[in-house]
């Protein structure tokens, strides 16, 4: 639980800056976290719809970024995370309406010293892949400020690069 509520904590400040998240995503939430990988739940209102009625490729693409994001927050990082080097999405199938839910799943698949590489898909009610996507972002000098055990329930003490406790 102590990934998860960190995640949540870390999310709600986000929503609370009202920006493009805090607009756009506002109703998305972490459903699951530990080291390295999220859940996540949006149901898509009708400000997230396109011309089709199904939710617009825009939302999914700004998806990517934060889902994304907040599989890096579940490493202990707190926003902002880094800095946007390339983000992708495919587009598989119609995502879905107003009322339904979409459902991401996003990992880190590498942190390095300066770049971390982060990929997401998500999901319809169906269990039917709707879209996935890639993220790639210049991290800097962020640092995890907290740790999590394997399972994420527990915060564990951060190690330095010698293996010695911080």
Known sequence: MAC??????????TIDKAGHDGVVLKNMVV?????????????????????????????????VDTVTSLALQSRGIVPPTGASVNASCEFVRPGGKVGDTIYGHGEVTQL?????????????????????GSHTKFMGKNQPSVGFSPDGETEVPLEGKHGHKL
């Open 4 to 13: 998860l509520n960190f995640v949540r904590r870390t999310w709600q400040k």
């Open 112 to 132: 390095g010293r300066t770049l971390a590489y982060t990929r997401v898909n998500f999901y319809n009610a169906q269990d039917k892949i709707v879209a996935f």
């Open 31 to 63: 459903t699951q976290a530990k080291p390295g990988w999220v859940r996540t739940e949006l149901k898509i209102g009708t400000e997230h719809i396109n011309n089709h009625n199904t939710i617009h490729g825009g939302v999914i693409l700004s998806m």
